[in-house]
């Protein structure tokens, strides 16, 4: 057997032996509907790999990987395989955030400049760290006017993430008056790692990678460096015109970590959702903070860093991502203790409706 082979059948071998540990866990029954329901799911899409994590009862209790991390490579994705997690970072920021104003660091209304003075002030009024996670600031999105801004798909690596990341925007005028309208935004999470860099006194990505995700037990999650020779890093894919799978566009994510930017596995983010059940990161009135939200006439809004949604007396808070190469979902409903976690190494995938089918298993299954 050649080497390849043998890392191969290891690997396989590794996902079997956690899949059978987890296993006692998470019922068979609802074991089993997850990967009907994933199966299902990557037959539909042609997704190359998928990643699934489970959280019940405030616990992690299952992961796995499905499909390929690598095609070309033939490597199989697995509970521990790296995935852009796109737009997800943005709770991970906000918490971050949020940990600063709980410490008596960070004033959620002072204006920005207070903690991060590169930013220039605007004539359409002062913009607030509450503003800037709520997308209630003003800051422009991906658009300039109504063409697409060419350094979303950047192949810049900055040396400084935070400070040379304000450049992308930071002279554009504001799209609407700061505190009147919902814009979303990930431009403004960059301008909120500033803010955390002011208010903390660290490098952005030394802080949150501190205070969030070692106590979270994270510990594979990372910054999207496209230099770095990070293990399991899975490869990223698109459609092309015809269907067929192809490799994304290139990203160097570098210039948007706070609201674009970290790796993540299935386990590490479910590790996340633990702790933000088990009040492990902020404390309960500081998350029940975040989580609030003025909900539209079909029970959805936006909190602090959190999509907030309501069906019935059931309150579901969760986030989605989308770029290159990747599509991204985790929710949790803490009224039930439970969570689920979708990650795909495929763009423009429907990870939302995967993720929400796999929490409605669990749900059911806790009849």
Known sequence: MNKACSRLLAAFLLM??????????????????????????????????????????????????FGMADLENSVPATSQTLYRLASVSKPITAVATMQLWQQGKLDLDAPVQKYCPAFPEKSEGPITTRELLSHKAGI?????????D???????????PIQDGLEFFKKD???????????????????????????????????VTRSVFAPAAMTTAQADDRFAVIPHRTRFYQKDESGRIANADFLDSSYKIPGGGWLASAEDMAHFEVAMLNDTLVKRATRDLMWTATLDKKGGGYGLGWGVTKQGDVFTFS??????GTSTFIAIVPEQKLGVVVLINMEEAD???????????????SK
């Not at 422009?140 to 697409?148: E, S």
């Not at 986030?319 to 290159?324: D, L, P, T, V």
């Open 140 to 148: 422009r999105h991906y658009y300039l006017g109504q063409v697409l």
């Open 173 to 207: 005028a504001l799209v609407s008056r700061p505190g009147a309208e919902f814009h979303y935004s990930t431009y403004g999470y960059s301008l909120v790692g500033c803010v955390i860099e002011g208010a903390s006194g660290a490098k952005y990505v030394d802080y």
């Open 16 to 65: 079997a032996s956690v899949s059978f540990a987890q296993e006692a866990k998470l019922a068979s029954a609802n074991r089993k509907q997850i990967e009907t329901a994933v199966a299902k799911f990557m037959a539909k899409e042609s997704a190359p790999g998928i990643s699934v994590a489970v959280v019940k009862d405030g616990e992690y209790v299952w992961s796995a990987g």
């Open 351 to 365: 990870q939302e409706t995967l993720g929400t089918e796999l929490l409605k298993i669990l749900q059911d299954g």
């Open 319 to 324: 986030h989605n991502g989308g770029q290159q």
């Open 150 to 160: 060419p350094q979303v798909s950047s192949t810049k690596h900055l040396k400084d």
